[in-house]
C-alpha cells in the first residue's frame, strides 16, 4: 500500500467511525427508539425488600402523584420539593444557561408531561412514609438570604403510632450538594427497625444532540472501591442485563447526561457514610411506562423505644466539573466521560485547564494547546514532511516509469520499490506520523465533547460558545481551504484516479467539521496553518537542495 492509498484509508476511517451512528440511526431508525424512550411522568413501587425484622408496606405502580408545592431559591438552584414524599421533582441551575438560550436557566429535574426526572427518598418498614406519603412544611416559600450560608428546608410526616418522621433538605450558599437528611424519632413502646432508600426516577430521553450522532453516555452509573466506575446503558436494564456491583459500603450512584451529573454520595470524602458497618445496596432497574430507576438502599441502626436516630446521604446536583466534582466523594470526578481515550484526554484537559487560567479564555487557550501539540509532534512531522518533499521531487520519475510500463502494474511497483531503495525514501514515512497524531486528535474531540466549563463560552467575535458548531461556518470553511493548501504541497499520486480522490478530499473530509465543536475546529484550523508553514519550509529546503545537486 503506498502512501497516498494509506492517506485515503486513514481519513475515511476517521470519517466512518464519526459518522457510523448517523448512518446506523438513519437506515435502522428502531435502533435510536430503543435508546429514547417515551417518558410518561410515572413512580413505581421500591425494588427492594426490607431488612430482616421489618414489613415494607407494598407500593403500588401509577403516575407521580402531585401534593403541594415548596418553593425553593438559592444562589445555586431554584428548585421544587413536592409534599407527596417529599421528592425533588424540579430543579433549576442558576449559573449554567439552558441549551441554545444561556440567559434561561437549565433545568435539571423536572415532572413535566414530556419529562421525567426526579430525586425520590423513602423509609422501609411497617407505617413508616415513603414517596408515597404526604409531607408537610411550615412554608410554601423558602429563599437563601444576603449572608446566609445554608437554608434548611424541613419537612414531617406521621409514621406509625408514636413514630414521627423529619425529612430535611439542607441547602449550602455555593455548593451543588444538597444535603437530605432523615430524622426519625420513636416514640412508641417497642424498638423499630427501618431501611433508607435513596433513587433517582427518570426517563431514557438525551439532553442535547451532539451532531455527527457521536454522543456522550446517558443512564446510570455505579461506583464502588471494587467495581471502580460502571456505567449501565438503558437498553441493558431493559432486557435485564445490567452489569454492576449489587453490594458495597462505600461509593455513589448516578445519573448522567451530557455535561450535567446527579448523584447519591454513598460515602463523601472523609466520612463513613451511611452504610457504615453494614452494606448497602445499589439497585438500576427498568420501571413500568418506560422509565428507569438508580438508588441505594441503606439498613439502618435499631433505634430503640424513646430514642432518636438522625441519618442522610448527600446529594449532587450539578455540572461535571473537574474541580467541583473531586473533593466531593472518591471517583465522582470519572462521571466527566472521555471513554475509551481517557488515558490521553484526562492529561490535555490538564493542560489546557492550566492555559486557561492564564490566559482567561477557553478559545486562546485551545490555541496555545495547539501550538504545544505541534511542538511536542514536531520531530514526527518533520520527518513526515522530509519524506513528503522527497516523493514529491521524485513526481516528474514517478511519471516516467508510468509512461514506461504502462499498464503492467507489477514492473511498476518493482520500478517503483527499487527507486525508493535507490533515494532512501520510505513511500509510508509520510503517513506514520499522521497515524500516531490520531489518538490525540480524536481524544482532544472528546475532551472538548465533555467538557463542561467549555459550555457556552465564547471566544473571539461571532464564536459565542466553543462547545457548538460555527455559525457561520467560518472555521470550517477556513479548515477546508487549509486542508486544500496541504494537498497542493504533497506529492501527487501516479494513479489519475488517486489524484482525483485527493483533490476533492479536503472537501469530503471537510464536512463533518460544519458540525463540530468550534472549539475542535479552531484547533484543527491552527494545527493546519502551523502545518502548512512547517511543510513549506522543508519543501523549499529539499527542493533546493536538489537543484543545487543537479547544478
Not at 466512518?16 to 430503543?34: C, I, N, S, V
Not at 415532572?111 to 412544611?137: C, I, M, N, W, Y
Not at 501550538?371 to 518533499?389: T, W
Request: charged letters at 20%; proline letters at 6%; hydrophobic letters at 45%.
Amino acid at each position: 500500500m503506498d502512501s497516498k492509498k494509506l492517506t485515503i484509508f486513514v481519513l475515511i476511517s476517521v470519517v466512518l467511525m464519526f459518522g457510523w451512528e448517523t448512518l446506523m440511526d438513519r437506515f435502522y431508525p428502531e435502533r435510536k427508539a430503543q435508546r429514547v424512550v417515551a417518558s410518561a411522568p410515572v413512580a413505581a413501587s421500591v425494588p427492594v425488600a426490607a431488612p430482616a425484622g421489618t414489613a415494607a408496606t407494598p407500593l403500588d405502580t401509577g403516575r407521580l402523584l402531585r401534593g403541594q408545592r415548596i418553593a425553593v431559591k438559592t444562589d445555586m438552584f431554584v428548585a421544587e420539593i413536592d409534599s407527596t414524599g417529599a421528592d425533588l421533582r424540579k430543579v433549576e441551575l442558576v449559573k449554567h444557561g439552558e441549551a441554545g438560550n444561556p440567559k434561561k436557566p437549565f433545568v435539571l429535574l423536572m415532572d413535566s408531561p414530556e419529562r421525567t426526572f426526579v430525586a425520590q427518598t423513602g423509609l422501609l418498614g411497617e407505617g413508616l412514609p415513603t414517596h408515597k406519603s404526604e409531607f408537610k412544611a411550615a412554608q410554601t416559600a423558602y429563599q437563601l438570604a444576603d449572608g446566609q450560608n445554608e437554608l434548611a428546608v424541613r419537612l414531617e410526616a406521621a409514621g406509625p403510632e408514636g413514630v414521627k418522621v423529619a425529612k430535611t433538605y439542607v441547602f449550602k450558599r455555593g455548593s451543588y450538594v444538597v444535603d437530605v437528611k432523615y430524622e426519625i424519632n420513636n416514640g412508641s413502646a417497642k424498638p423499630l427497625t427501618a431501611s433508607a432508600y435513596y433513587r433517582f426516577l427518570r426517563d431514557g430521553h438525551k439532553e442535547e444532540s451532539q451532531g455527527m450522532g457521536t454522543s456522550t453516555f446517558t443512564g446510570p452509573a455505579v461506583y464502588t472501591d471494587e467495581g471502580k466506575f460502571q456505567k449501565v446503558e438503558f437498553d441493558q436494564l431493559a432486557e435485564n442485563k445490567g452489569k454492576y456491583v449489587e453490594k458495597a459500603k462505600d461509593g455513589w450512584v448516578a445519573m448522567l447526561q451530557h455535561y450535567f451529573a446527579t448523584a447519591w454520595i454513598v460515602s463523601p470524602t472523609g466520612s463513613e457514610g451511611i452504610c457504615g458497618a453494614q452494606v448497602c445496596r445499589y439497585d438500576l432497574k427498568k420501571q413500568p411506562d418506560g422509565l428507569f430507576s438508580a438508588g441505594v438502599i441503606a439498613d439502618l441502626p435499631q433505634i430503640a423505644a424513646g430514642s432518636k436516630l438522625e441519618t442522610g446521604v448527600p446529594l449532587f446536583l450539578g455540572p461535571e466539573d473537574t474541580r467541583v466534582l473531586k473533593p466531593i466523594a472518591p471517583g465522582l470526578d470519572l462521571v466527566k466521560d472521555y471513554g475509551w481515550v481517557t488515558i490521553i484526554a484526562t492529561p490535555l484537559f490538564w493542560l489546557l485547564e492550566k492555559l486557561h487560567a492564564i490566559v482567561g479564555n477557553w478559545g486562546w487557550a485551545i490555541i496555545l494547546l495547539t501550538v504545544l501539540i505541534k511542538a511536542a509532534f514536531f520531530p514526527l512531522s518533520a520527518a513526515s514532511y522530509r519524506s513528503m518533499a522527497k516523493m514529491r521531487v521524485l513526481a516528474p520519475r514517478m511519471e516516467a516509469l508510468k509512461k514506461r510500463y504502462g499498464d503492467d502494474k507489477m514492473k511498476m511497483q518493482q520500478a517503483m520499490m527499487a527507486m525508493y531503495k535507490e533515494e532512501k525514501v520510505n513511500p509510508l514515512g509520510g503517513c506514520l506520523p499522521m497515524l500516531i497524531q490520531i489518538p490525540v486528535f480524536i481524544a482532544l474531540y472528546w475532551t472538548l465533547l465533555a467538557s463542561v466549563e467549555i459550555r457556552q463560552a465564547p471566544w473571539l467575535g461571532w464564536i459565542v460558545d466553543l462547545s457548538s458548531k460555527d455559525p457561520y461556518y467560518i472555521l470550517p470553511v477556513l479548515m477546508t481551504i487549509s486542508m486544500y493548501v496541504q494537498s497542493l504541497l504533497s506529492p501527487p499520486p501516479p494513479d489519475p484516479m488517486q489524484a482525483k480522490i485527493m483533490k476533492i478530499m479536503p472537501l469530503a473530509f471537510s464536512v463533518m467539521f460544519f458540525m463540530f465543536p468550534a472549539g475542535l475546529v479552531l484547533y484543527w484550523v491552527v494545527n493546519n496553518t502551523l502545518s502548512i508553514l512547517q511543510q513549506w519550509i522543508i519543501t523549499r529546503q529539499i527542493e533546493s537542495g536538489e537543484k543545487a545537486a543537479k547544478a
